[in-house]
């Protein structure tokens, strides 16, 4: 600063010296309106005159941030725990406020809020897969929101496509209904689901409603949530950001849950879609996915049967009937 001082005090007195804005311009490599303009300050305030100002305007009629948003993505932060991706995604669906995650990274640096230490404990050593063609794999899962009140789960593998619905029980019913529900929402047909070993899904309605509509059943092992980690972390993700935004004793809790659906498919970000949409991976995946006649002919019916939900059971007779 105390350079940049001196060098301006020195532009004056060598006009002082020679009386000619030409020759000074010349000496010095700079233009006549600079040296007017450090000339009237110095007249006017001295060496004060002569530092420099900042170039901030008074005011910012087109401020893209303005200080209620900054207090909502504060608020987000303080009283639900938020990362900046889900504060960029909860101003779109809350507020309809449209902010970059890279502006709202920069807000919470400003207020020395600091970043949240929550880091989950991922498995080490387990292989990460995405399956290519949507449909190939589904997840299902049950999660209990209250008593009750059990949320139904089901999500693509491949294009993050979720289907969710709402039940008073978990029951062999109540997943048939649901799988109905699936079979209609998903724009796409499918070839098998994944569940864990919930009694719900090892009805014998269940499995052979499953062959009747030529769909695999695929159940996980035992002990093993991280087969079916897609839709469980996607069932964290409606208890922080659908669940703590609704009161779950409203009348028209369903109809909410529907229209998150919506935003979930169609509006909201998925980091594992590189900031595409479920429906995004859809679209761009069409021409690669089956139709239903071609997922139907593909089905062998001789190679399934009706599976017991005792793990070292169902191996037994897998094993007898290979041996058969």
């Known amino acids: 600063m105390e350079s940049e001082i001196r060098k301006r005090l020195r532009w004056i007195e060598l006009f002082k010296k020679y009386g000619n804005a030409g020759i000074v311009c010349l000496k010095c490599g700079i233009s006549r309106p600079t040296l007017r303009k450090w000339l ?32 909502i993505i504060l608020s987000l932060r303080r009283e639900r725990k938020l990362g ?8 779109q669906r809350l507020h309809g406020i ?13 207020h020395g809020v600091a970043q949240l230490n929550q880091k989950r404990a991922y498995r ?25 009140l059990y949320q139904y789960a089901a999500i693509d593998d491949c294009s993050r496509y979720k289907v969710m619905g709402l039940f008073k029980r978990r029951t062999a019913a109540n997943s048939i209904a649901f799988l109905e529900q699936v079979t209609e929402e998903m724009p796409f047909p499918i070839q098998r689901i994944q569940t864990d070993r919930g009694q719900e899904f090892f009805a014998v309605k ?8 030529g769909i695999k059943f695929r159940p996980i092992k035992p002990g093993s949530p991280h087969l079916n980690g897609k839709v469980e972390r996607s069932q964290r993700t409606d208890l922080d950001e659908f669940y703590s935004t609704v009161d779950i004793g409203s009348p028209d ?13 169609w509006h909201r970000p998925h980091s594992s879609l590189k900031g595409n949409t479920p429906i995004d991976a859809v679209c761009d995946l069409f021409d690669k ?36």
């Open 40 to 71: 009237r300050r110095y007249e006017k305030h001295g060496l004060e005159g002569l530092k420099g100002h900042s170039r901030k305007p008074n005011n910012s009629p087109a401020r893209k941030v303005t200080a209620e948003h900054e207090r």
């Open 84 to 91: 900046h991706r889900r504060i960029c995604s909860e101003l």
């Open 98 to 110: 449209f902010l970059s995650i890279a502006t709202i990274y920069k807000i919470l640096q400003r």
């Open 124 to 148: 080490k050593g387990k292989k990460r897969y995405n399956q290519l063609i949507p449909g190939d794999r589904v997840q299902m899962d049950v999660c209990k929101i209250a008593q009750g």
């Open 206 to 213: 269940f499995q052979k409603l499953l062959m009747e509509w």
């Open 253 to 265: 809790l369903e109809q909410q849950l529907q229209e998150w659906q919506h935003y979930y498919n």
């Open 289 to 324: 996915t089956p139709l239903g006649e071609e997922v139907d002919g593909l089905y062998d019916v001789s190679k399934e049967r009706i599976q017991e939900q005792n793990y070292r059971l169902d191996l037994q007779l897998r094993k007898l009937k290979r041996s058969i």
